[in-house]
T-cell receptor, first 115, second 116 residues
């Protein structure tokens, strides 16, 4: 069975600085999707960034980028130029391309932005 | 921008009571999901629904749970006889396609269920 592990329950970063959130996963599958979802307080989860496992190039979305290391089963999220609006719970998630049709989430990392 | 909406945002109920959580998915979406998150724990998959039937369910989704799409717009989760351990945040999600597309799910804000 697939698992997703986020080892940092909470992190803090100074506004305008860069922060990296860690995520590792375990799977025997070769094709899958990886996601980072953001959940601001009292708001729904929204997709931040997506990575297809067959793509070697790391995904980027404006200030958000990932470091996808398929062999190491690592999928970290880097937030550059942190802003107050980035404060949220961040969930790393896995979805099989061919097997079970569900997203498997990590426990989340709560990110605090310090003004 | 279209979004998934859920009601109620918070429900308090007595153990043994029936609860119905409602969701309105994005209108052109075809795949629907329920997830839950017990406080301090992972977001867990409960069930997926496509073409008016359950396509997949987890071990959590036992006979106490049921889902339906009664009118083509709402997608409901019913818990027949709530237990204390059902207290959690329940998230509805929908997607336009299955995994054949980019796999993105759109989530609602969640319904917090408290069982006393």
């Amino acid at each position: 069975a697939q698992t997703v592990t986020q080892s940092q329950p909470e992190m803090s970063v100074q506004e305008a600085e860069t922060v990296t959130l860690s995520c590792t996963y375990d799977t025997s599958e070769s094709d899958y999707y990886l996601f980072w979802y953001k959940q601001p307080p009292s708001r729904q989860m929204i997709l931040v960034i997506r990575q297809e496992a067959y793509k070697q190039q790391n995904a980027t979305e404006n200030r958000f980028s990932v470091n996808f290391q398929k062999a190491a089963k690592s999928f970290s999220l880097k937030i550059s130029d942190s802003q107050l609006g980035d404060a949220a719970m961040y969930f790393c998630a896995y979805r099989s391309a061919y097997g079970d049709d569900k997203i498997i989430f990590g426990k989340g990392t709560r990110l605090h932005i310090l003004p | 921008e279209p979004e998934v909406t859920q009601t109620p945002s918070h429900q308090v109920t007595q153990m043994g009571q029936e609860v119905i959580l409602r969701c309105v998915p994005i209108s052109n979406h075809l795949y629907f999901y329920w997830y839950r998150q017990i406080l301090g724990q992972k977001v867990e998959f409960l069930v997926s629904f496509y073409n008016n039937e359950i396509s997949e369910k987890s071990e959590i989704f036992d006979d106490q749970f049921s889902v339906e799409r009664p009118d083509g717009s709402n997608f409901t989760l019913k818990i027949r006889s709530t237990k204390l351990e059902d207290s959690a945040m329940y998230f509805c999600a929908s997607s336009e396609g299955g995994r054949g597309n980019d796999g993105e799910l759109f989530f609602g804000e969640g319904s917090r269920l408290t069982v006393l």
